[in-house]
């Protein structure tokens, strides 16, 4: 079946400094692309929404210069977090949406720590 | 506007006993309904999926769900607890074509022994 790579896993990094994390679609082209993000013992909470070759449409709260979206192919898009603070510590998973639109799948995730 | 209700964050149940985990629905047109599992520190797995065709839906590790319109409920269910299923349980609803998925706010299932 379909396939999304999503890495790193798992990143530690310092207060202040900028992560990116990858989703590719390995076996369908991924017109549009959903990031979450899920806080301990939460539910995950949709952040933006990014078609390829658009700007990514971010839902309310989500601050747009400090959480990053390109999606300039129909395989790739990566989310980066600027000047990431303890506060960003959080699982983020990426899902996409193939080209037919009816189908949706997930990335494995990524923990990121901010110390 | 969509939503997922998950009527209790946490349910527990022994081993070999019945598993029924609750989620109701708000959509303003026909949804697509979802159930994943998340085993710690990992990501999400479909269990099942509805999506207008029979409303009782099979899905992997022996669980089923019943879309139930009148009741907008799609409950999810297994026969007999296994140590294995003991996870975060999450429903979800989605309108058809391009749209996310709208998260329940999640049930953590236990097995006892």
């Known amino acids: 079946g379909a396939v999304v790579s999503q890495h790193p896993s798992r990143v530690i990094c310092k207060s202040g400094t900028s992560v990116k994390i990858e989703c590719r679609s390995l076996?369908?082209?991924?017109?549009?692309m959903f990031w979450y993000r899920q806080f301990p013992k939460q539910s995950l909470m949709l952040m933006a929404t990014?078609?390829?070759?658009?700007?990514?449409?971010?839902e309310q709260g989500v601050e747009k210069d400090k959480f990053l979206i390109n999606h300039a192919s129909l395989t790739l898009s990566t989310l980066t977090v600027t000047s990431a603070h303890p506060e960003d510590s959080s699982f983020y998973i990426c899902?996409?949406?193939?080209?037919?639109?009816?189908?949706?799948?997930f990335g494995s995730g990524t923990q990121l720590s901010v110390l | 506007a969509q939503s997922v209700t998950q009527l209790g964050s946490h349910v527990s149940v022994s081993e070999g006993a019945l598993v029924l985990l609750r989620c109701n629905y708000s959509?303003?047109?026909?949804?697509?309904l979802f159930w994943y599992v998340q085993y710690p520190n990992q990501g999400l797995q479909l269990l099942l999926k509805?999506?207008?065709?029979?409303?009782l839906v099979k899905g992997i590790n022996g669980f089923e769900a019943e879309f139930k319109k009148s009741e907008t409920s799609f409950h999810l269910t297994k026969p007999s607890a296994h140590m294995s299923d003991a996870a975060e349980y999450f429903c979800?609803?989605?309108?058809?074509?391009?749209?996310?998925?709208?998260f329940g706010k999640g049930t953590r299932l236990s097995v006892i022994a």
């Open positions: 979800a609803v989605r309108n058809s074509g391009n749209t996310p998925l709208v």
């Open positions: 899902s996409a949406s193939d080209r037919g639109r009816e189908k949706l799948f």
């Open positions: 990014s078609n390829e070759g658009s700007k990514a449409t971010y």
């Open positions: 076996d369908f082209q991924a017109t549009t």
């Open positions: 959509s303003s047109v026909p949804p697509y």
């Open positions: 509805y999506t207008s065709a029979a409303t």
